[in-house]
């Protein structure tokens, strides 16, 4: 277990330096920075339980008891807050049509799904740390990858809209505020425009009367968090987990990718050893989440960018982080609060970041210079959204494949089956690698 050592002088950051994970600042410092991760984690955390039915509390709670386990399993090396999944969202609402879960059967069943995704990324995890990553990059390469994430996000379309029209000027407001937030202010503020919009579209939404706060006024200030049980032994819940199992492949590309993110931010190779480790971890916060009633956890993007914004990677912020989410999770107050954000709210923001899912898969091919003119990669994206968007779904006896399922396969089983026979068939027709760089990329021009 790593110990912290401080920083210079631990009030300063100086110029091209960064704060190493066994490093941190004075305590003061530290406490601001976890402060700052809270809140770049609450916008979208809080949003996941909202919009799949699940209890708020109770999901901060796994999400800062998850947190720590994870700085517990990767030693303390690896700073990470572990946030509500979205990849998530999609599976849990199929079981109620596409809304929130509406009584504790559904919610008892859906965690049966989280728990058995968690103990495969879990798996996963152990196995990468025996064998490396290689096998997952031969898996997963960039085409398959970006569509899974893609079309994960562009599946949840409809339940953007759903709630989008039921108050369609809230929507409208909530929505230009979050794209507003996003390209006025550099750096934190920047990075947490989906915080700030939600947080204009609420307070729009209480000017106007649009509120109840009948639910907030009642509940106590301190309470035990909403625990529910996995419904582990009820056949229709293991019918329902396969559409659950796409999600594993997404966690492990938002792990393995987190893991590079920090390794390349800190200028530490010696980081990506701990990729195993990050994801074992994260599988274990997954289960006891789903165990108890809680969320199913992942990484977040948005802690990424509070990090690049203060160049301070230390794990002791994420301490901090992770125990502040706990207290706040025992204020029922705060749990009845976030439960009555309008509908309309809701359908803006979710307009948005249903859309960036998407656009985080299609930048996975653009980062990795995918080549498009291969009839393998145009048919891998092009069937597996289809799918996804128009939400196919298959019966088969007892189980019901939805879309993320179904274009999941489509991904892998196009781009392995179409790549091996057009090789076999020397067509051209294969994916042949990324495109070469034309020019120079990025920098200062050159004479």
Do not use: C
Request: hydrophobic share 55%; glycine share 12%; proline share 5%.
């Amino acid at each position: 277990m790593a110990i912290w050592r401080l920083h210079g002088d631990g009030r300063h950051v100086e110029r091209g330096a960064v704060v190493k994970p066994d490093e941190r600042l004075s305590w003061g410092a530290t406490v601001a920075i976890g402060a700052q991760h809270v809140v770049a984690m609450f916008g979208a955390t809080f949003l996941v339980p909202i919009l799949t039915g699940f209890p708020v509390s109770t999901t901060l709670l796994f999400s800062g008891l998850g947190t720590l386990l994870f700085l517990l399993i990767t030693k303390n090396r690896l700073p990470s807050y572990l946030g509500s999944s979205f990849a998530f969202i999609a599976p849990i609402t199929a079981l109620n049509a596409g809304g929130p879960l509406e009584n504790p059967q559904q919610l008892t069943q859906a965690l049966v799904g989280v728990v058995v995704a968690g103990a495969l990324l879990a798996a996963v995890g152990f196995v990468v740390q025996a064998v490396g990553t290689g096998w997952i990059e031969k898996l997963m390469p960039p085409v398959v990858a970006g569509s899974i994430v893609a079309l994960i996000g562009f599946n949840l379309a409809p339940a953007a809209w759903n709630n989008f029209r039921l108050q369609p000027e809230l929507a409208t407001i909530t929505l230009v505020a979050v794209v507003l937030f996003s390209v006025l202010f550099r750096g934190f503020l920047g990075r947490i425009s989906i915080f700030l919009g939600v947080i204009v579209g609420y307070l729009v939404a209480a000017f106007t009367g649009q509120i109840d706060f009948t639910s907030v006024n009642e509940a106590a200030w301190i309470g035990l968090p909403e625990f529910h049980l996995a419904g582990l032994a009820d056949p229709a819940a293991w019918a329902l987990v396969p559409m659950f199992l796409p999600v594993v492949l997404v966690l492990i590309a938002e792990n393995v990718g987190h893991v590079r993110g920090v390794a390349t931010m800190t200028e530490d190779p010696s980081i990506n050893k701990h990729t195993g480790r990050a994801l074992i971890a994260d599988g274990a916060a997954t289960m006891l989440a789903g165990g108890f009633g809680g969320s199913a956890t992942t990484t977040y993007g948005e802690n990424i960018g509070v990090m690049a914004a203060t160049r301070v990677y230390s794990t002791a912020a994420y301490w901090v982080a992770g125990l502040v989410a706990i207290l706040l999770a025992f204020s029922p107050k705060i749990g009845a609060l976030f439960n009555t954000i309008p509908a309309g709210v809701l359908g803006g923001v979710t307009t948005a970041l249903y859309g960036l899912i998407g656009v985080i898969g299609i930048k996975i091919w653009v980062d990795n210079r995918v080549d498009f003119s291969r009839p393998v990669n145009q048919y891998t994206v092009a069937v597996s959204f289809i799918i996804a968007i128009a939400g196919f779904t298959m019966d088969w006896g007892s189980l019901q494949f939805g879309a993320i399922v179904l274009g999941t396969v489509a991904a892998l089983a196009i781009y392995h089956g179409g790549n091996a026979i057009a090789r076999w068939r020397r067509t051209g027709a294969d994916d042949g690698g990324p495109i070469p760089a034309v020019g120079q990329l990025g920098g200062d021009p050159q004479d």
